[in-house]
């Protein structure tokens, strides 16, 4: 134990972890880093992290809740580290199809599926460079054209709690709001133009003077009590920082992107007799050279697990059919979105392909969803759908599949009505382009 105490960084132990129902079982947890507790100088805390568990349930916790009884991990040593990262391996040669797109997107396709238990088939160029696995696992965690800076991805988490509106809402990772705003007790945040403050004082004397009741840009869809705003970057800069550092607290994968001018954002709002109340957003590159129909996506945590992520899914699958062209989400993805972007591609396909009358083929697929082909490709090949007949690949769903999606269809969820969209493609020019 004094040895912990001299020196606590990077040390794993079993740490009391406290569920939402004040139940509490021992985890394994790794020390990232210790502080002093205000107004005890000779008290302190500890963050950790728990293995095998996501970054967004790291937490401060008191000596108290660290259980010494079942053995302490310390760290190894800078020379056992350097022996173990200059052992390298080739890398895997593995056989399957080649893809027209970056090295990057496949790998951090693949690191996701591992992760859920599943395996998809790609060729990688081959390499004859060896590389650890550690560099490689840091390689996929922050690639992405929103990435910024590597070391943003391990930073601590500077705020325990938000308010916004009449929702209390715990941060899950760190975002660079400024020094003088951030480890305060909860941060308030004006659910119309995302300003912040520290005290309640000032929030009040802000909402007396903000004239803000939605998002500050174009109404492009109104159905029923939803609607949805388009925000160009470039014109409402200081808005779509503040949204960019807000969801920076609920996205872990992707760093903060001051320059927002080249990305347009779509906000989904609920309206009520105050206003429009933000629910969502995506975000996407006014012009993507991989054809993105998305680069960031977020639904606010106290919104989910009400159908509003598949919602921001499919608005944005519309606004490609209008474009007339296919499109896919910027890799890599997180743990959620990933989930949510299977369960729409899913459902999608599954819908389509039991509604065809004639036999389809996978870009015929692509042309009528716009969904690309290699999408539907990963959809199939995680349902079973993709069985191989008499020398040929077919499309078979399987009674599971058709079982599970009645039993999806039947309950009632809210869906985009193509109808109440009121919207053109903004085309830029080079020129407009070459500023941004």
């Not at 709690?161 to 020094?179: D, K, L, N, T």
């Not at 062209?325 to 959620?336: I, T």
Request: glycine share 4%; hydrophobic share 30%.
């Amino acid at each position: 134990m004094h040895k912990f105490v001299a020196s606590p960084l990077h040390c794993k132990l079993f740490v009391e972890k406290i569920s939402a129902g004040n139940e509490s079982e021992y985890r394994k947890a790794e020390i990232l880093l210790s502080r002093q507790v205000p107004n005890q100088p000779s008290v302190r805390e500890y963050y950790v992290h728990y293995v095998e568990f996501n970054k967004r349930l790291d937490e401060w916790v008191p000596f108290s809740r660290l259980d010494f009884s079942q053995g302490i991990e310390f760290p190894k040593s800078e020379a056992q580290k350097k022996k173990r990262d200059a052992t390298g391996t080739p890398p895997p040669q593995s056989k399957g199809r080649r893809s027209n797109t970056p090295l990057h997107t496949p790998m951090a396709l693949t690191a996701e599926d591992d992760e859920d238990g599943e395996a998809i088939e790609v060729t990688e160029e081959t390499s004859t460079e060896t590389f650890s696995k550690k560099q490689e696992i840091e390689k996929l965690r922050v690639s992405g054209s929103m990435t910024q800076c590597g070391a943003e991805v391990a930073r601590v988490k500077n705020l325990n709690m938000i308010q916004m509106g009449r929702h209390e809402v715990e941060a899950w990772y760190f975002s660079p709001y400024p020094q003088e705003y951030a480890y305060c007790d909860t941060l308030l945040i004006c659910e119309f133009c995302l300003s912040y403050y520290v005290s309640l004082k000032q929030l009040d004397r802000h909402r007396q003077r903000c004239q803000l009741q939605h998002p500050p840009g174009n109404e492009i869809y109104r159905h029923e009590d939803v609607s949805f705003f388009e925000i160009d970057g470039r014109k409402q800069k200081t808005w779509c920082r503040n949204l960019c550092l807000l969801s920076k607290m609920f996205l872990d994968h992707k760093t903060l992107y001051y320059d927002v001018d080249p990305f347009l954002f779509y906000c989904m709002t609920i309206r009520d007799d105050l206003g429009c109340h933000l629910i969502g957003y995506f975000s996407k590159e006014k012009e993507s050279s991989e054809n993105y129909n998305v680069a960031c996506i977020l639904t606010l945590p106290q919104y989910q697990r009400h159908g509003y992520g598949k919602l921001l899914i499919q608005f944005s699958y519309e606004l490609s059919k209008v474009e007339g062209r296919a499109g896919s989400p910027e890799k890599p993805l997180s743990d959620l979105g990933l989930l949510s972007y299977r369960a729409y591609w899913t459902d999608t396909i599954v819908e389509f392909l039991l509604a065809a009358t004639e036999e389809v083929t996978i870009e015929e697929i692509s042309l009528r969803t716009s969904i690309t082909s290699q999408d539907i490709l990963h959809t199939l090949q995680n349902i079973g759908a993709l069985k191989y007949y008499r020398g040929q690949h077919i499309i078979c769903l399987g009674d599971k599949v058709v079982e599970q999606w009645q039993r999806n269809h039947k309950k009632k969820r809210r869906s985009i009505v193509s109808e109440k969209l009121d919207w053109k493609p903004i085309h830029f020019t080079p020129s407009q382009l070459r500023f941004l």
